[in-house]
């Protein structure tokens, strides 16, 4: 089976720089929010979107999807969040982007299927591509890297200087500063070639990162539906609506026996409400 990644950056946004004597504390809105460049920073590719922060309705009123291939988890009920400002990648993590982690001996270039037998000069391994992409790799640079666990997610991010995205900074991405209903990045148009990769609309692998301009969510971020799922940070449990406003709220993981979250749905699944879905795997599946 099948299973697809993305590794999200989600940098801290940083306030100016005081020298001398201390300074009174910046007004909220009088400050300037700024993305630090990530370490991948030289690659293309690598350009990190400033997400302002904001208060929205984090999921929906309705059952979870059944008849799925993977379990999805509860998107009820609907809540009040708030995120502060944060620093999401533009693009998916492209395949050279984790070699250049993999060869700095930090990132596992391993897949669940199979692993370099010598005869590349590649280490990672990423599949469900299109046939350009054998025997050289190489040929497929600015592809979405599948095929990662949680944990190697994990690591790729930390190596770039930023950590995966929370479950509600995501979701706050992909729908944007609103309580009205928005099922897509783009809206609740139903999805076409243009708009994003699933098997109603795309070949049947994973393309390039920067295809599907028309389907980015208002912040200007790429395949937040479709294309390869997105790990996020939170572990899985079901929402609670506390009444009041939650303020960056995240479920801490729970090791290597917890439940993780995916998001976005990939080119082998079909998703039903992109920008709320939440499906849940454990951690080391890799989706490969």
Not at 92 to 98: A, D, K, L, R
Not at 115 to 135: F, I, M, Q, W
């Amino acid at each position: 089976m099948t299973r697809c990644l993305w590794t999200t950056l989600a940098l801290a946004a940083l306030l100016p720089v005081l020298s001398g004597c201390p300074e009174p504390e910046p007004d909220p809105d009088e400050v300037t929010w700024t993305c630090e460049e990530p370490n991948n920073g030289n690659r293309e590719y690598s350009e990190l979107v400033l997400v302002p922060g904001g208060t929205f309705t984090m999921g929906v009123d309705e059952a979870p999807a059944t008849g799925t291939t993977w379990e999805k988890g509860d998107e009820r009920p609907p809540h009040q969040v708030e995120v502060g400002p944060f620093c999401m990648a533009k693009y998916e993590v492209t395949i050279q982007q984790y070699e250049d982690c993999v060869r700095e001996g930090v990132c596992d270039p391993s897949g669940l299927n199979w692993d370099n037998d010598g005869s590349r000069d590649y280490e990672t391994v990423a599949n469900h591509l299109p046939d350009k992409c054998y025997p050289d790799l190489a040929e497929c640079w600015d592809t979405a890297v599948n095929a990662k666990n949680y944990f190697q997610a994990t690591e790729y991010c930390e190596w770039t200087g930023g950590r995966l995205c929370t479950e509600a900074e995501w979701e706050y991405a992909a729908k944007g500063p609103t309580d009205e209903r928005k099922d897509h990045p783009w809206g609740n148009d139903p999805p076409t070639e243009e708009l994003c990769n699933i098997p109603s609309t795309g070949p049947g692998w994973v393309l390039e990162t920067w295809m599907h301009e028309e389907g980015q969510s208002e912040f200007g971020i790429f395949n937040l539906t479709g294309n390869v799922f997105e790990w996020v940070y939170d572990g899985y449990a079901e929402y609670e609506d506390t009444g009041e406003v939650q303020v960056d709220p995240v479920v801490e993981p729970d090791g290597e026996d917890g439940e993780y979250i995916g998001r976005g749905s990939c080119f082998f699944t079909e998703p039903y409400r992109s920008t709320t879905e939440r499906t849940v795997w454990p951690a080391q599946f890799d989706w490969g």
